[in-house]
């Protein structure tokens, strides 16, 4: 079982332009939710996809966006970089059932120059 | 809103010994799930120990204990016989029984552990 897997593990963009991260979830799970960590913070919640839609929002603005795709792999999207976007960005799987354990992929550090 | 509170911002202990790291938390919920998550420097984020709010009984795994005070909405965490190999940030997270299962974190507390 691979886990959560994420990529790319580490990119540098300009500021303004655009990002795409990637997450392939642990087998069998069917809920991704992304997570934006601050140096030296803890990690603060994006959003969450299940059976393709986005089911929770955080406190984020629109310039972040996500997909989940049928075999349940997700894509989160950033456009127009700012500088304060740099940060590590965690995807983590789970099973619907409220009752299971997320799991936590090795996250995509995103550098904004 | 539900927050959680990491008063320690870094804790150091020798080997061997025993250290205890905080979680406070606020939240208008009466079912719910605590979790203390270990971040070593691989960034991948791991479970410890998991608390469902309506066990009175405290969890615990190996050398790994949590002292759960639900009315002062208090988490603790005690590492027991600590090794080299549990250096890292600890991360203290609240999530609501039902629904999204959307985690809100600590701001972490950074653990030492003295050879």
């Known amino acids: 079982d691979a886990g959560v897997t994420q990529s790319p593990t580490h990119l540098i963009k300009t500021r303004g332009q655009q990002v795409t991260l990637r997450c392939s979830p642990k087998?069998?799970?069917?809920?991704v939710s992304w997570y934006q960590q601050a140096l030296g913070q803890g990690p603060q919640f994006i959003f969450q996809y299940y059976e393709e839609e986005e089911r929770q929002r955080g406190n984020f603005p629109d310039r972040f966006s996500g997909h989940q795709f049928p075999n349940y792999s997700s894509e989160l999207n950033v456009n127009a970089l700012l500088l304060g976007d740099s940060a590590l960005y965690l995807c983590?799987?789970?099973?619907?059932?409220?009752?299971?354990?997320?799991?936590f992929g090795q996250g995509t550090r995103l550098t904004v120059v | 809103a539900q927050t959680v509170t990491q008063s320690q911002p870094e804790m150091s202990v020798q080997e061997a010994e025993t250290v205890t790291l905080s979680c406070t938390y606020d939240t208008s919920e009466s079912d719910y799930y605590l979790f203390w998550y270990k971040q070593p420097p691989s960034r991948q984020m791991i479970l410890v120990i998991r608390?469902?709010?309506?066990?009175?009984q405290n969890a615990t795994e190996n050398r790994f204990s949590v002292n759960f005070q639900k009315a002062a909405k208090s988490f603790s965490l005690k590492i027991s016989d600590s090794q080299l190999g549990d250096a890292a940030m600890y991360f203290c997270?609240?999530?609501?029984?039902?629904?999204?299962?959307?985690?809100?974190f600590g701001q972490g507390t950074r653990l030492t552990i003295n050879p």
């Open positions: 608390q469902e709010a309506y066990k009175q």
């Open positions: 983590a799987s789970s099973w619907g059932s409220p009752n299971t354990e997320a799991f």
């Open positions: 087998s069998g799970h069917d809920t």
């Open positions: 997270a609240y999530r609501v029984l039902q629904g999204a299962q959307k985690l809100v």
